[in-house]
């Protein structure tokens, strides 16, 4: 039986600041530069993409908490 997506931060590679663009884009199987774009539309649209992404920062699970060993 096939586990179940988990949304996470990335520790490595896609992590620029704190992995909450490269957790999601991993989630969604898509690149995290457009996830970052998307997260700066916001920030500039309306400024609720920094309150969003602190949020994040502090409720997603690092990926090493979800999957121990990885």
Known sequence: ME????????????AMLCGVCGGIAEYFNIDPSIVRLLWAALVIV?????LLYIIAAIVLPKKSQVYPGY
């Open 3 to 14: 586990e179940p997506k988990r949304l996470y931060r990335t520790e490595n590679g896609a």
């Open 46 to 50: 309306g400024g609720t993409g920094i």
